[in-house]
């Protein structure tokens, strides 16, 4: 059996070097490097973005930080949960929690939106 194949959109790393610090990260492990869609295998198609809008936080309190980000006008991902940014782990966390930590948690809203220029990907290459 392979290696399942992502779809999502890597974070450009310029605005992802402003974002950091102006967000800092409150875990050790700065992650802070894509958006997943979902599996390449049986996703509908992805919709065409150059930019995401940070518009909300979530951090268990417990070592996962997520920024909740809107793409094409929402939050929700078609494939099923909802569209972030792992932002920084503790030790012994992993990414793929950030989007129970959201469903868990909810996320508190940020003012100002801003925007981070993305560019499609799939992973790992």
């Known amino acids: ?3 399942e ?3 999502g959109w890597k974070l450009d790393r310029a605005d992802r070097a402003a974002l950091l610090a102006r967000f800092p990260p409150r875990y050790r492990e ?3 490097d894509h958006v997943t869609f979902g599996l390449a295998e049986g996703s509908p198609p992805m919709p065409i973005a150059a930019r995401a809008a940070i518009v909300g936080r979530a951090d268990d309190g417990q070592g996962v930080e997520a920024m909740v980000v809107r793409i094409a006008g929402t939050t929700e991902r078609p494939t099923g949960g909802t569209y972030h940014i792992t932002w920084s782990l503790a030790e012994g966390r992993e990414a793929r929690e ?3 930590v959201i469903a868990a948690h909810g ?3 940020m003012d100002g ?3 981070v220029r993305i560019e499609s990907a799939r992973w790992p290459d």
Request: net charge negative.
């Open 1 to 3: 059996m392979g290696q």
């Open 5 to 7: 194949t992502w779809l």
């Open 30 to 32: 700065a992650v802070a």
């Open 98 to 100: 950030s989007n129970d």
């Open 107 to 109: 996320w508190q809203p």
């Open 113 to 115: 939106a801003p925007e």
